[in-house]
């Protein structure tokens, strides 16, 4: 096997058509998780024009591209799954039953140490250093939407009833409720981007459309598309004004649910869940296999979801001091974190005071 590593701009159109090949047949041979979009590399080339560490490398047996490996680098060698914070699934991409060495890959790589937050299950060879395992809620559309209504219908009856009464109350209440699957118009992006910046800024966090180069981002996957990737725009409207919308990328297979917004003054009719029922109807029909809501306990994940797919976080090494100093920086950042999050008596608290931080910096202003 020959290991080699390109910039993401370097790479042949051969070795892009053989990447995205890679993922449809894992696609056809039990592996959708690799066909994510966030494993595509029409993604890998998107954060590559905004960050100069991004890296591909391309193993290869007997002259043929059989796994290509996005990653990000430091000049010292500190490696990290590329768009990390962003990207809801991480790992090599490759050829059914490929099998590989971590610590060889990282050298190849010239990483000391490779950080990951969502990698994909089914990865052995970087799951022996994960730290962790979490759920990662899906909404399986496979058998049409009637099929994934009767599936949540099943264990939430009265959520679907209620979110369905509340799409006729508002088109009673404000007129024709109309939904477009693949909207084109840019204005209606910066509408959610602007939506999800205040949200950002209510609930306290760390408001991500306040970074240039995160909007440039969402803008160049917005336009891009191809039959094995596209970015979706989707949107509700309600007497002909947008009242949620949200932004991901699909794949043949997998629609990556990525930034979903609404209007807070719709907030009484549930804008969002009607949103999202709309999108599974449309996946549907278009022959997805399933939309992937992320990593993260959320309320209307629960309601919306069929079943859970399983990521990791923690970090490959090999024998290396940037590794042993690297780790020692995170470890306690990501077990604090984790501890939060994982407990409902700390994690509520914790958002009722991002969200009095948000109330406060908006009062500020």
Same mark, same amino acid.
């Given at each position: 096997m020959r290991i080699s590593v390109h910039r993401p701009g370097d790479l042949t159109a051969a070795d892009r058509a053989a990447w995205a090949a890679v993922q449809s047949q894992a696609a056809t041979m039990g592996s959708p998780?690799?066909?994510?979009p966030f494993l595509a590399p029409e993604f890998t080339l998107a954060v590559g024009r905004h960050h100069r560490g991004v890296r591909v490398a391309v193993m290869r047996e007997e002259g043929e591209p059989?796994?290509?490996f996005p990653f990000q680098r430091t000049a010292a060698g500190v490696g990290r799954a590329v768009g990390l914070g962003l990207s809801d699934c991480q790992g090599l991409v490759h050829r059914p039953g490929f099998q590989?060495?971590?610590?060889?890959? %990282?050298?190849?790589?010239?990483l000391a140490v490779?950080?990951?937050d969502h990698l994909v299950d089914g990865q052995k060879p970087f799951e022996e250093g994960a730290g962790g395992s979490f759920p990662s809620p899906v909404m399986d559309v496979e058998h049409g939407y009637e099929a994934y209504l009767g599936q949540i219908r099943s264990h939430s009856p009265k959520?679907?009833?209620?979110?369905l009464a509340k799409e006729r109350k508002l088109g009673r209440d404000l007129g024709a409720v109309r939904y477009v699957h693949d909207e084109r118009d840019p204005a209606a992006l910066r509408t959610l981007m602007e939506w999800k910046s205040a949200q950002y800024r209510r609930t306290g966090r760390s408001d991500r459309f306040a970074r240039p180069w995160?909007?440039?981002l969402v803008e160049h996957l917005f336009h891009s598309r191809s039959p094995s990737f596209a970015g979706l725009l989707?949107? %509700?409207y309600a007497d002909g004004h947008p009242v949620a919308a949200h932004f991901g990328m699909r794949t043949p297979s997998v629609l990556a649910c990525w930034f979903p917004a609404y209007d807070p003054a719709f907030a009484k009719y549930s804008p969002g869940l009607i949103l999202?029922?709309?999108m599974a109807e449309a996946a549907a029909a278009e022959g997805i296999a399933y939309l992937d809501l992320g990593r993260g306990e959320k309320e209307y994940k629960e309601s919306l979801k069929t079943r859970d797919l399983v990521v990791s976080e923690g970090w490959v090494t090999r024998p290396h001091p940037v590794a042993l100093g690297h780790r020692a920086r995170r470890a306690p950042v990501r077990a604090l974190r984790n501890a939060v999050t994982a407990r409902p008596r700390l994690r509520e608290p914790a958002d009722r005071l991002l969200k009095r931080v948000g109330r406060l910096r908006a009062g500020a202003r």
């Amino acid at each position: 096997m020959r290991i080699s590593v390109h910039r993401p701009g370097d790479l042949t159109a051969a070795d892009r058509a053989a990447w995205a090949a890679v993922q449809s047949q894992a696609a056809t041979m039990g592996s959708p998780q690799l066909d994510n979009p966030f494993l595509a590399p029409e993604f890998t080339l998107a954060v590559g024009r905004h960050h100069r560490g991004v890296r591909v490398a391309v193993m290869r047996e007997e002259g043929e591209p059989v796994a290509f490996f996005p990653f990000q680098r430091t000049a010292a060698g500190v490696g990290r799954a590329v768009g990390l914070g962003l990207s809801d699934c991480q790992g090599l991409v490759h050829r059914p039953g490929f099998q590989w060495d971590a610590r060889e890959l %990282l050298r190849a790589c010239g990483l000391a140490v490779w950080e990951f937050d969502h990698l994909v299950d089914g990865q052995k060879p970087f799951e022996e250093g994960a730290g962790g395992s979490f759920p990662s809620p899906v909404m399986d559309v496979e058998h049409g939407y009637e099929a994934y209504l009767g599936q949540i219908r099943s264990h939430s009856p009265k959520f679907v009833r209620t979110t369905l009464a509340k799409e006729r109350k508002l088109g009673r209440d404000l007129g024709a409720v109309r939904y477009v699957h693949d909207e084109r118009d840019p204005a209606a992006l910066r509408t959610l981007m602007e939506w999800k910046s205040a949200q950002y800024r209510r609930t306290g966090r760390s408001d991500r459309f306040a970074r240039p180069w995160i909007v440039e981002l969402v803008e160049h996957l917005f336009h891009s598309r191809s039959p094995s990737f596209a970015g979706l725009l989707s949107v %509700l409207y309600a007497d002909g004004h947008p009242v949620a919308a949200h932004f991901g990328m699909r794949t043949p297979s997998v629609l990556a649910c990525w930034f979903p917004a609404y209007d807070p003054a719709f907030a009484k009719y549930s804008p969002g869940l009607i949103l999202h029922l709309r999108m599974a109807e449309a996946a549907a029909a278009e022959g997805i296999a399933y939309l992937d809501l992320g990593r993260g306990e959320k309320e209307y994940k629960e309601s919306l979801k069929t079943r859970d797919l399983v990521v990791s976080e923690g970090w490959v090494t090999r024998p290396h001091p940037v590794a042993l100093g690297h780790r020692a920086r995170r470890a306690p950042v990501r077990a604090l974190r984790n501890a939060v999050t994982a407990r409902p008596r700390l994690r509520e608290p914790a958002d009722r005071l991002l969200k009095r931080v948000g109330r406060l910096r908006a009062g500020a202003r």
